[in-house]
């Protein structure tokens, strides 16, 4: 899997960076899972991993590039407050964990 960072903008009003992300994901199968992603966003933007959400992920029909959107705050506190909860549970390492869900 690799990772490429397209965007990235710091919001002041929400203490949060808003990142548009790019990851080629080649022959390992489908759609890499959203705890694989997050984890690979926190590595490459130096951030801890409880201020790292994964907003959306999809992919591109018909290629192995998949783009998405994540949040990385400031501050776990932070991204408590601001995120909504159904965010924090498909953010969660958990059963059955999919990477729509």
Known sequence: MKLR??????NPLLR???????????????????VEVRRALAEELKAD????YVRRIETLTGTT?????A??????????????????RRNQAGEGEGAGE
């Open 65 to 69: 590039i998949a783009v998405g959107e």
């Open 5 to 10: 960072v397209k965007s990235d903008e710091y």
């Open 16 to 34: 949060r960076r808003e990142v548009l992300f790019e990851v080629d994901h080649g022959e390992e199968g489908g759609t890499p899972r959203r």
């Open 49 to 52: 991993l409880e201020c790292v």
């Open 71 to 88: 949040h990385v705050y400031d501050t776990p506190e932070q991204a408590r407050f601001v995120e909504p909860e159904f965010i924090k």
